[in-house]
């Protein structure tokens, strides 16, 4: 079965980097549209990064300049890292995949999520 694992979050200051890591395992993963959300109390997931089967990535606009999404298809690891942290940033970030190589629509597959923190 499709496993999604994230690791990677933590605490660290404004300014500060991180770099979440999301294994993925039973699918052929390269061809999936894969990306990560986040989500804080009340509010609804955000699409923060996308990658698509085809390697094109998309961003929202408060993450353009400062976060990367890429992955790694020898390895089934798909990565987010995150410079230049703000206390926005804060949320619970989740791995996600789409049964598709294209990224429109919904996800079909989520990750448990990883915590960050950024304090100002």
């Known amino acids: 079965q499709v496993q999604l694992v994230e690791s990677g979050g933590g605490s660290v200051q404004a300014g500060g980097s991180l770099r979440l890591s999301c294994a993925a395992s039973?699918?052929?993963?390269?061809?999936?549209?894969m990306g990560w959300l986040r989500q804080t109390p009340g509010q609804e997931r955000e699409k923060v990064a996308l990658?698509?089967?085809?390697?094109?990535?998309g961003y929202v606009d408060s993450a353009k300049g400062r976060f990367t999404i890429s992955r790694d298809s020898a390895k089934n690891i798909l990565y987010l890292q995150m410079n230049g942290l703000k206390a926005e940033d804060t949320a619970i970030y989740y791995c996600?995949?789409?049964?598709?190589?294209?990224?429109?629509?919904?996800?079909?597959?989520w990750g448990q999520g990883t915590q960050v923190t950024v304090s100002s």
């Open positions: 996600a995949a789409r049964s598709d190589r294209f990224c429109g629509g919904a996800f079909d597959y």
């Open positions: 990658i698509d089967g085809d390697g094109n990535t």
């Open positions: 039973g699918f052929t993963y390269r061809r999936y549209c």
